[in-house]
């Protein structure tokens, strides 16, 4: 049941995924689940040329942004008596000054990752670096929210110019 069309993909062409219960997934389907899993977004334009942009990030991005930040570490990381990336988690961490620094690394990079598909998803155009207001808490299990400010050019609304008549000398 759920977003899984019936066994044989229903007739239809294109892409198609297998879900968790090995029925097949349509791009429409795979295209709704991602809509759900993604960033919620609303932007507000502000006095002085500027967009405040209020971002929510799914908790299951943030988590998986700190994964992907653990294992780049892991790899970078040289611990003694092992190759890169196969010691223990524990140890990696200990070594990384503990869980709270990669945690932290992570919820930077899922900061940065749902800012530029904020931009995306709005259609702002920034003229120069954003100012996140403070550094979002991040909790597990809850959503990622934070605002951002960014300085977009000015909106000129040109009067009516067709109207305007001159004479020649």
Not at 7 to 14: I, K, T
Not at 31 to 49: F, G, I, L, Y
Not at 135 to 142: C, I, L, Q, V
Not at 161 to 168: D, G, P
Request: glycine share 8%; net charge negative.
């Amino acid at each position: 049941t759920g977003p899984c069309p019936p066994p044989g993909g229903g007739g239809r062409v294109g892409p198609v995924l297998l879900c968790y219960n090995h029925q097949e997934l349509t791009s429409d389907a795979v295209e709704q689940a991602t809509r759900e899993n993604s960033v919620k977004v609303t932007a507000e334009r502000v006095p002085e040329s500027k967009v405040l942009l209020r971002i929510e990030v799914p908790p299951e991005q943030v988590e998986q942004a700190i994964e992907k930040t653990f294992r780049d570490l892991s790899r970078r990381g040289k611990i003694p008596g092992f190759r890169p990336g196969k010691a223990p988690r524990s140890l990696i961490e200990k070594y990384l000054g503990g869980m709270e620094s990669v945690q932290r690394e992570g919820v930077d990079r899922a900061i940065d990752d749902s800012f530029r598909e904020a931009l995306r998803e709005t259609d702002t155009r920034p003229i120069g670096d954003p100012d996140i207001s403070e550094r979002p808490e991040f909790h597990p299990g809850e959503p990622l929210v934070y605002e951002a400010t960014v300085p977009v050019g000015p909106r000129v609304e040109l009067a009516d110019y067709a109207s305007v008549r001159l004479q020649r000398p």
